[in-house]
């Protein structure tokens, strides 16, 4: 079993800028990569970003550029830094982790971008 926390959501106005964080806590040895989704309302959840444990890194297109993730290892964080931001950002983020009998997903942090 594998845990995930976020936080750092918030307000903020267009162009500016939000990090979210996820710690992972549980069974973290078996964790392959670690993921960014947001599901603002109406709407299907959606990738944002990925890293893998080598640090390969997957980004949707409209956040390439704009967005970066990250993690630190020895904490079993991932993070991911946003920049530029855009009222369309505006969603809830969830953290995500794959696993074998089903995905593990945080429970959300809520982004607001005002315009």
């Known amino acids: 079993q594998v845990q995930l926390v976020e936080s750092g959501g918030g307000l903020v106005q267009a162009g500016g800028s939000l990090r979210l964080s996820c710690a992972a806590s549980?069974?973290?040895?078996?964790?392959?990569?670690m993921g960014w989704y947001r599901q603002a309302p109406g709407k299907q959840r959606e990738l944002v970003a990925t890293?893998?444990?080598?640090?390969?890194?997957n980004y949707a297109d409209s956040v390439k550029g704009r967005f970066t993730v990250s993690k630190d290892n020895a904490k079993n964080t991932v993070f991911l830094q946003m920049n530029s931001l855009k009222p369309e950002d505006t969603a809830v983020y969830y953290c995500?982790?794959?696993?074998?009998?089903?995905?593990?997903w945080g429970q959300g942090t809520q982004v607001t971008v005002s315009s």
């Open positions: 995500n982790v794959p696993g074998v009998r089903g995905d593990y």
């Open positions: 549980g069974t973290t040895f078996s964790i392959i990569s």
């Open positions: 890293i893998s444990s080598g640090g390969s890194t």
